[in-house]
């Protein structure tokens, strides 16, 4: 019996040294009643928290990645911010109004960073040709105004809608393909190179 106490005492002034936290709501009485499997838990230092475990040794959560936006719907977007500008020939920019060749060069130069030429029959030669049912959004859609050339532009938007400095007296709306003036008119689609995926 003497050599239990001696164990208790020796258990209960080791658990002290290593883990006086786990130890402390513990009389000398308790102390004697222990068993092996007790004794070695008191033995065994304190283990920290799991939630402060899980806070300080996990890996980093991952960053997020960054949103990449689509090209064309950035375009699109872009392009839809400048309604009701009014047109002006030769107007290259929101300030003073657009023709319809300064609306999309301002449009692509400003939202992707893309340098298109100055005027309608130059885009229009730079271009991919698209089929009319594969136009996407972003698109440059061409018309004849004035006999048989090149003579207006705008960007297609999907479902048949188009945005466009229109003429004097007018401002930049979107339109629609369908409509009988641009039906009508309507001389094809062309995809700007940077544009080609």
Known sequence: MQLQRLSAAVAMLA?????????????????????????????????????????????????????????RQVLADFALKLRDIRYRRGGRVPSTGFDCSGFVHYVFAHALGIDLPDDSVSQYQVGMKVARDEMRTGDLVFFH??????????????????????????????????????????????????LSS
């Open 15 to 71: 658990a002290l040294i290593s883990n006086s936290n786990a130890f402390a709501a513990m009389t000398p009485e308790d102390a004697l009643g222990c068993d092996e499997a007790v004794m070695q838990a008191l033995y065994a230092p304190e283990l920290p928290d799991l939630a402060t475990l899980q806070t300080h040794d996990a890996a980093p959560a991952p960053a997020e990645a960054p949103v990449t936006r689509n090209p």
């Open 145 to 194: 105004i004035h006999g048989k050339r090149i003579s207006h532009v705008g960007i297609y938007l999907g479902d048949g809608l188009f945005i466009h400095s229109p003429a004097t007296g007018e401002r930049v709306r979107v339109s629609h393909l369908d409509e009988q003036y641009w039906a009508r008119r309507f001389a094809g689609a062309k995809r700007p190179q940077n």
